[in-house]
């Protein structure tokens, strides 16, 4: 289970009347919690257990804290959302500790509307860095490293109710 709260710090909206067109603003700042829920159950002791095997548990077996921050820009029907997140992950009752991860993304979106519905398509990149675990305060080796993706995505919305999807590469 991950508890995160998000509070708007900042917001400001501005209607341009000769355009016709309104910009929007916001900034959030966020923190939480991830709670040790999943099932943890590696016996690292073992000389036959894997990296793989510690990386496919349901959970970590850990308390982690979560910060975060957001700034969303709107210009009329165009947009952009940036995400930052960063997780600082604690060692479970195995003294086994993944790294902390930083992930941010940023997708650029264009709203249209068709009779009472919304669609909304997207382009982003994302990046994750994740450090490298830890056993007994030691070094586990092949872990650690980064990704960065590029997304294409579309969202579908009416009244209340949006679905949405993305691809990434």
């Not at 943890?40 to 257990?49: A, C, F, G, H, R």
Request: aromatic letters at 10%.
């Amino acid at each position: 289970i991950t508890v995160l709260a998000n509070y708007k710090l900042w917001e400001s909206s501005k209607e341009n009347k000769n355009e016709r067109s309104m910009s929007h603003q916001e900034f959030w700042l966020g923190a939480g919690l991830k709670l040790p829920t999943g099932n943890y159950s590696v016996d690292i002791n073992d000389p036959e257990t894997e990296l793989g095997d510690v990386n496919s548990q349901m959970g970590t077996g850990s308390i982690d804290f979560i910060s975060s921050v957001a700034y969303n820009v709107k210009f009329g029907r165009l947009g952009i959302n940036t995400l930052a997140n960063y997780k600082i992950n604690t060692k479970n009752n195995s003294d086994f500790k993944f790294g902390n991860r930083f992930t941010v993304n940023s997708f650029a979106f264009y709203q249209t509307h068709f009779k009472k519905n919304m669609l909304v398509p997207n382009l982003g990149v994302l990046y994750e860095h994740a450090a490298i675990n830890h056993l007994n305060k030691a070094t586990v080796e092949q872990t650690g490293g980064y990704v960065a993706l590029a997304a294409a995505g579309v969202e579908v919305g009416r009244g209340k109710l949006t679905i949405g999807m993305n691809l990434q590469l």
